[in-house]
């Protein structure tokens, strides 16, 4: 008898997780469409050169930076968008995404957010993410600036304790 409810059970669990199917990869694609993922990157761009700039800035803080100085800076600065503008492109985080979705959602998961997302409150939480996204990145650079400033101190400390043994020996 014990046996038989130790089928039963396993039977039941396999059945349950045989029902939670794995999305498709065309109704995934269908979702990033519906949540805007492409143009949500393409903001990052944006996003991504600010960041850049406050950082430069933060490290450079207590120093004046004079034009050749700023014109290295400005330089660096280019080519690391450039790095990201190549390296992150929907053509290669399409793939991914899709992978990471399917792996994570069932088909049910994926029709149900869907779903949501055809729906008015939907479309309208997806028009208006863009500028969630734009006063999330402002209120996070009020917290990130001064940790930052915090973090250039203490590699700067560090740096002045390393130099201080190495000089010891």
């Known amino acids: 008898m014990k046996l038989w409810s130790t089928l039963l059970f396993a039977t039941l669990l396999a059945c349950g997780s045989a029902h939670a199917e794995k999305p498709t990869a065309a109704s995934v694609k269908e979702l990033l469409v519906l949540t805007n993922s492409q143009q949500m990157l393409k903001s990052t761009e944006v996003q991504m050169e600010r960041v850049m700039k406050d950082m430069m800035k933060t490290a450079m803080k207590d120093q004046p930076v004079n034009a050749?100085?700023?014109?290295?800076?400005?330089?660096?600065?280019?080519?690391?968008?450039?790095?990201?503008?190549?390296?992150?492109?929907?053509?290669?985080?399409?793939?991914?995404?899709?992978?990471?979705?399917?792996?994570?959602?069932?088909?049910?998961?994926?029709?149900?957010?869907?779903?949501?997302?055809?729906?008015?409150?939907?479309?309208?939480?997806?028009?208006?993410?863009?500028?969630?996204?734009?006063?999330?990145?402002?209120?996070?650079?009020?917290?990130?600036?001064?940790?930052?400033?915090?973090?250039?101190?203490?590699?700067?400390?560090?740096?002045?304790?390393?130099r201080e043994l190495a000089q010891k020996k």
């Open 68 to 162: 050749e100085q700023q014109k290295i800076m400005d330089k660096f600065r280019d080519k690391v968008m450039d790095i990201h503008r190549s390296e992150v492109t929907w053509e290669k985080l399409e793939p991914i995404l899709v992978e990471v979705y399917s792996n994570s959602l069932s088909q049910e998961d994926v029709d149900g957010i869907s779903a949501f997302y055809r729906s008015p409150a939907g479309r309208s939480f997806v028009s208006k993410m863009p500028v969630v996204m734009q006063e999330s990145m402002n209120a996070m650079q009020k917290v990130m600036t001064p940790m930052m400033e915090k973090m250039f101190e203490a590699a700067k400390k560090m740096g002045e304790e390393l």
